[in-house]
């Protein structure tokens, strides 16, 4: 066993490190450096033989006590399960059951479990499904999880997503709540009764874990936190209204160093150049960019109470495979009043030993003592709608940390958007329907925007949509990268613009919009009637009678090159994913790895192609091509939605 107290970071963290790496067992320490400080409370933690990421893990494992909180406490099994896979405790509100996930030792699906803290009355809560993750329960004695049920494939590397679901506490009236088209994942209690999760974002080119905030039911969900290079796992709130995290700039690793972020400041998406005035990194040494470990790393940091903090923290690691996960107590010391006037400063104190197996993991420490309920957010669904309407104030006040384009009012006209739907790619089908970042989807439909900026949309429930902007050539100006949804009968009020400073004291460019003083466009249409738009069904035919006999392979001897170098014949191809399309396509699908650049999906005014099809920008001469202006708005509408081949 392993033992330090009192050494601040990031000061010391060298200190600490070599400190943890040769410390000998508890008979051989000091007595300066034993937590004696006497509790009757007790923590539940996962012990597993495996190393796990993002939740995920099959390894055999099992729910333990240690109590008392301190190095001499006694570590009882609350499961003694052999065989089964155990992860995900939360504790209920009076302290005394433990919601967990398990996959039995039988195998079979993973579904929630319940348990008393003193390991008797075991009960199962879901059954059958997909796979039940991360268990909470909600202050209106429902439970809400994360589930694969809906057995739709992830946007990146095509594995089953989980997404939010809640259930009554004996698991009747289970219902989805959250429809991404990638995870949903790690939903904490907040104490004003909603929820934050991390969000696995995944539009295109765009790959990020922001943190959103909902009402336990889905409803009033909301991008609070998250710049686009900067990740955010395990978040749990703190008794100052802030929340505690890791971060991470990696895609699937939520190891990394432990950050507080100040809330009191905003905004939901923080420029780079002022991150610590959004967020304080507490253990700086510790990378967050993934293995190697040189400083060891830390998941599920947990408030204990008070100013005392519980995390997993190994030391240093070469590989995944190499880490040994124990537990480790810490405080936090603020300077500065954390107003916008003073911001605070937050740094960790106190980084001390608890408890090790050297022979497992030790995940995801919490609190077994009764808390505070929060109140009780009333759902707003209403079941005997299938629609829901979303606002927005003002498409002109915008941001400009996402790399898009800002649209000048006055200068440059907007009077539409082009709403999209998601749809998610089914578990067992074929992932040949596009050679670039972009999933499938379809258009739903367009909608005006007022003159003062202002529009309004009724738009399928429980359905991912999104939306771009239009300009005065029907090319998308700003994409919304992110997948909204509605709950039925919602009405989404509270986007004042996009990607606007989100700070709790912005004031709204339009207080008045025009949009809501009128009825939504309604696009509230079924799937039979979505819009697709793809390159095997209607580019491609107009490539081959009207692009390939210019745009043709070099024949030897002759060696003609094709015109503008781009090869638009049909002859199957082979991308670097080992994906076999035909050329015409390959060559237009942006697909970045095949060198071809003449078109960006999501991004038809970025696109070389649509600068010819349309004769506008370096295109601006005439093309000896002539595209009527149904084929000019396929080929315009097909790269805005991706630029995908079926």
């Given at each position: ?23 000998g067992?508890?008979?051989s ?74 996959r ?52 990146y ?5 989980e ?92 190891a ?114 009764p ?42 006209p ?27 989807r ?11 900026g ?14 771009a ?11 919304k ?63 081959e ?11 030897p ?34 697909e ?55």
């Amino acid at each position: 066993m392993r033992y330090i107290h009192e050494i601040s970071l990031p000061r010391r963290y060298g200190a600490v490190l070599l400190m943890l790496a040769f410390a000998g067992c508890r008979d051989s320490a000091p007595d300066d450096l034993i937590i004696e400080e006497e509790t009757t409370d007790a923590i539940v933690f996962v012990k597993t033989t495996g190393e796990e990421t993002l939740n995920r893990s099959w390894a055999e494992s099992n729910l333990y006590k240690l109590s008392p909180i301190s190095p001499d406490g006694v570590v009882t099994p609350i499961t003694n399960f052999t065989g089964a896979s155990v992860s995900d405790p939360c504790v209920s509100y009076d302290g005394t059951k433990i919601l967990f996930s398990m996959r039995p030792p039988a195998g079979g699906n993973r579904n929630i479990y319940e348990i008393g803290a003193n390991g008797q009355g075991l009960r199962q809560v879901t059954s059958g499904g997909g796979h039940d993750f991360d268990p909470l329960y909600c202050p209106d004695g429902t439970n809400m999880f994360t589930s694969s049920r809906a057995r739709h494939m992830d946007e990146y590397n095509h594995a089953p997503a989980e997404n939010l679901y809640c259930c009554n506490a004996d698991g009747s009236s289970l219902r989805r709540v959250s429809f991404n088209m990638s995870d949903d994942f790690d939903p904490a209690m907040l104490p004003d009764g909603r929820v934050v999760y991390t969000r696995w974002e995944h539009f295109g080119q765009q790959n990020r874990f922001p943190l959103f905030f909902s009402n336990p039911d889905g409803s009033h969900f909301f991008h609070e936190f998250g710049p686009h290079n900067r990740n955010f796992f395990h978040a749990q709130p703190t008794p100052d209204g802030r929340l505690i995290a890791i971060e991470s700039t990696m895609i699937e690793e939520d190891a990394g160093p432990i950050a507080v972020l100040k809330l009191e400041q905003g905004p939901a998406d923080p420029v780079m150049g002022n991150q610590t005035l959004h967020w304080d990194v507490l253990t700086t040494n510790v990378n967050n960019d993934g293995e190697p470990w040189p400083y060891g790393a830390f998941k599920y940091p947990f408030p204990l109470g008070g100013n005392t903090y519980i995390a997993s923290y190994t030391l240093p690691a070469a590989q995944e495979n190499d880490v040994d996960y124990g537990l480790y107590t810490f405080t936090l010391q603020q300077s500065g009043a954390g107003t916008p006037a003073d911001p605070a400063t937050i740094s960790i104190q106190d980084l001390t030993f608890l408890y090790n197996d050297p022979d497992a993991n030790e995940y995801d420490a919490q609190l077994i003592a009764p808390h505070a309920k929060p109140p009780v957010k009333l759902p707003t669904a209403n079941p005997a709608l299938t629609y829901g309407e979303f606002f927005a104030d003002d498409v002109f006040f915008r941001g400009t940390n996402d790399g898009q384009d800002v649209p000048m009012e006055g200068a440059d006209p907007i009077d539409s958007i082009a709403v999209m739907v998601g749809i998610p790619t089914q578990q067992g089908e074929m992932n040949d329907f596009s050679a670039n970042e972009f999933e499938k989807r379809a258009l739903l439909g367009f909608a005006p925007v007022q003159s003062d900026g202002s529009f309004a949309i009724r738009v399928p429930a429980n359905t991912p949509i999104s939306f771009a902007t239009l300009d005065n050539l029907g090319r998308a100006f700003v994409n919304k990268r992110t997948w909204l949804y509605v709950q039925p009968g919602e009405s989404v009020t509270n986007c004042i613009g996009c990607h606007e400073d989100r700070h709790p004291n912005t004031v709204p460019t339009n207080p008045n919009p025009i949009a809501k003083t009128l009825p939504a466009t309604n696009l509230n249409i079924s799937p039979a009637s979505y819009t697709y738009i793809n390159f095997r069904d209607h580019i491609g035919p107009i490539v081959e009678s009207k692009c390939a006999s210019c745009h043709i392979a070099p024949i030897p001897p002759d060696s003609i090159p094709p015109a503008g170098g781009l090869d638009l014949t049909a002859v199957p191809d082979t991308t670097m994913e080992d994906q076999v399309f035909p050329r015409a396509y390959i060559n237009l699908s942006g697909e970045m790895e095949m060198g071809n650049n003449v078109t960006n999906p999501g991004f038809p005014r970025r696109s070389l192609v649509i600068d010819y099809v349309l004769g506008v920008g370096a295109a601006s001469s005439p093309h000896p091509g002539t595209l009527t202006p149904l084929e000019k708005r396929l080929f315009t509408q097909w790269v805005m939605l991706g630029a995908q081949y079926r």
